[in-house]
């Protein structure tokens, strides 16, 4: 459960960061949080390297669907940032129960 909040925080973060970084509105924000967290925990049984890929891949493309242009740059951006969130919150966790 506590892994699950810490992916839900790492992709509101990237999401955050992403919207004040290019002064993207506050219904882009609220857009872009649901289709990354709703395709992330749609795959949540997958294995984590697989739900990163599939999960990001896919939240990208409809938030290329929604915004009428797909992005290379964008989907390895949030490749790699995404990864680099999750990460950091998972390892956060980990630490946190160790102590």
Same mark, same amino acid.
């Given at each position: 459960m506590k892994t699950a909040l810490a992916d839900a925080v790492a992709l509101l973060v990237f999401v955050a960061i992403g919207v004040l970084t290019h002064g993207a509105s506050f219904g882009a924000f609220l857009r872009d949080l649901a289709l990354f967290e709703a395709a992330w925990f749609a !795959?949540?049984? !997958?294995?984590?390297? !697989?739900? /990163?890929?599939?999960?990001?891949? @896919?939240?990208? %493309?409809?938030?290329? @669907?929604?915004?009428?242009?797909?992005?290379? =740059?964008? /989907? !390895?951006? @949030?490749? %790699?940032?995404? =990864? %680099?969130?999750? %990460?950091?919150?998972?390892? =956060?966790?980990? /630490?946190?129960?160790?102590s």
């Open positions: !795959l949540w049984r !997958l294995p984590l390297p !697989l739900r /990163w890929l599939l999960g990001i891949t @896919a939240a990208v %493309a409809l938030r290329a @669907a929604f915004v009428g242009h797909f992005s290379v =740059a964008f /989907w !390895l951006v @949030a490749l %790699a940032f995404g =990864a %680099a969130f999750v %990460a950091v919150g998972r390892t =956060a966790v980990r /630490w946190r129960r160790s």
